[in-house]
């Protein structure tokens, strides 16, 4: 009886050990990136005074460098999580570092139940989601249209939405580059959208008017250069 009952407390010792080894191994990346990417690319953060207190909620970026992703994490004062394509999670090396600081793989161009799954359980626990709303990385550094994923996710589940600008990532690692440029990166943060918890069917245009208001708001924290070409 006694070895049954000390088996759950094991269990819950075990669990709360990994939480802090996770945690610290993070803290250890991100403190490791911080100093990377401040003297490599002179980061500056701006408007870190609205980053909510506490979870749950999501950050949306625009996405135009393969260095958004880390750069948002050192952004944030939170631990988060990411999805990141399929492919990049099973590169030898850089796959299982990934996965190590909570990155998990999406499928692009189809409906991905288990990564939706996913950052719907992060949302739930009261954690931190950084998506990247165009679902791709622009060209020219300039905002793409929303693909519905973010909006989704955060209809769902009633998690606010930080926007998040990444500002001049696509003049040092521009997609089909192989060395970075030295140039100086902005992270520039905006007041959270706040977003109605939606439990049933979530139809076209709801996506599509909650996908544009998201953008919308990364958009007002961009330069003009950055901002979507006006037709």
Same mark, same amino acid.
């Given at each position: 009886?006694?070895?049954?009952?000390?088996?759950?407390?094991?269990?819950?010792?075990?669990?709360?050990?990994?939480?802090?080894?996770?945690?610290?191994?993070?803290?250890?990346?991100? +403190?490791?990136?911080?100093?990377?990417?401040?003297?490599?690319?002179?980061?500056?953060?701006?408007?870190?005074?609205?980053?909510?207190? /506490?979870?749950?909620?999501?950050?949306?970026?625009?996405?135009?460098?393969?260095?958004?992703?880390?750069?948002?994490?050192?952004?944030?004062?939170?631990?988060?999580?990411?999805?990141?394509?399929?492919?990049?999670?099973?590169?030898?090396?850089?796959?299982?570092?990934?996965?190590?600081?909570?990155?998990?793989?999406?499928? /692009?161009?189809?409906? !991905?139940?288990?990564?939706?799954? /996913?950052?719907?359980?992060?949302? !739930?626990?009261?954690?931190?989601?950084?998506?990247?709303?165009?679902?791709?990385?622009?060209?020219?550094?300039?905002?793409?249209?929303?693909?519905?994923?973010?909006?989704?996710?955060?209809?769902?589940?009633?998690?606010?939405?930080?926007?998040?600008?990444?500002?001049?990532?696509?003049?040092?690692?521009?997609?089909?580059?192989?060395?970075?440029?030295?140039?100086?990166? +902005?992270?520039?943060?905006?007041?959270?959208?706040?977003?109605?918890?939606?439990?049933?069917?979530?139809?076209?245009?709801?996506?599509?008017?909650?996908?544009? /208001?998201?953008?919308?708001?990364?958009?007002?924290?961009?330069?003009?250069?950055?901002?979507?070409?006006?037709?």
């Amino acid at each position: 009886m006694h070895k049954d009952l000390a088996m759950p407390h094991g269990g819950a010792v075990s669990r709360r050990l990994a939480g802090y080894v996770a945690g610290a191994w993070y803290l250890f990346v991100k +403190t490791a990136l911080w100093a990377l990417c401040k003297v490599l690319f002179r980061l500056r953060l701006e408007g870190r005074e609205h980053e909510p207190a /506490r979870g749950p909620f999501i950050v949306a970026a625009n996405h135009a460098s393969a260095i958004d992703p880390p750069i948002v994490g050192i952004a944030l004062r939170h631990q988060a999580a990411y999805m990141a394509k399929h492919e990049l999670l099973q590169a030898p090396v850089l796959g299982p570092l990934l996965r190590s600081i909570g990155v998990f793989p999406v499928r /692009r161009g189809e409906p !991905d139940r288990k990564a939706i799954r /996913r950052s719907l359980e992060v949302l !739930d626990a009261g954690r931190v989601l950084v998506m990247f709303p165009e679902g791709t990385r622009s060209h020219d550094g300039r905002l793409r249209a929303p693909e519905p994923g973010a909006a989704m996710i955060a209809l769902r589940t009633g998690a606010p939405v930080l926007p998040a600008a990444v500002i001049n990532s696509h003049r040092i690692l521009p997609k089909g580059a192989h060395w970075p440029k030295m140039q100086q990166v +902005t992270v520039r943060m905006g007041p959270p959208l706040a977003v109605p918890k939606i439990e049933g069917r979530l139809d076209h245009e709801t996506l599509e008017e909650w996908g544009n /208001r998201i953008i919308a708001e990364i958009e007002k924290l961009l330069p003009r250069d950055q901002q979507r070409v006006k037709q």
